[in-house]
């Protein structure tokens, strides 16, 4: 759902202009002013949109049972002017820090977003019958459904299995 954020920023005689504009981020701001002759109001409104990154901490690996059990902290930041949503994580393990045709799945996690200019941090745990000495894992990070609208500044992390 688009949600437009609206903010009185002052008031006064005449008839004013409108503007729009992109941050440095990509999201849209416009501004108007409007009114009689007498008393106008000025409003600035922005698209209240999450601007996503992730970061990979911590992942280590240990065998279990003959089996690789890799585990670790993903850190979402949204850096945008609006809050949550639900996103979709999905991790792959890979020879390389891209996910290629080397890349195998481990699974997808539904994440909430943090609000506006704050971070969350959400552990994980994987197991895996193969070897993961030397080889990446990656996550990526996706809206839930195609019209959830938002920025995704860094889409993917990965890091080398320790």
Do not use: C
């Amino acid at each position: 759902m688009t949600v437009w954020q609206f903010q009185k920023i002052g008031q006064g005689p005449g008839l004013g202009s409108a503007w729009f504009g992109l941050d440095g981020l990509g999201i849209p701001h416009a501004g108007a002013e409007a009114g009689d002759m007498e008393v106008s109001d000025a409003v600035f409104a922005y698209l209240a949109e999450p601007a996503l990154s992730i970061a990979l901490e911590e992942v280590q690996s240990a065998t279990m049972k003959s089996k690789q059990k890799i585990t670790g902290m993903l850190q979402l930041m949204n850096q945008g002017s609006g809050g949550g949503g639900k996103f979709k994580i999905s991790y792959f393990l890979s020879d390389d820090p891209t996910i290629d045709g080397s890349a195998t799945s481990l699974g997808t996690k539904d994440v909430q977003a943090p609000q506006a200019g704050a971070s969350a941090t959400s552990s994980f745990s994987f197991t895996s019958t193969t070897s993961v000495a030397g080889k990446y894992l990656i996550a990526q990070i996706a809206p839930r459904s195609p019209s959830q609208l938002a920025i995704l500044i860094n889409s993917s992390a990965s890091a080398l299995i320790q």
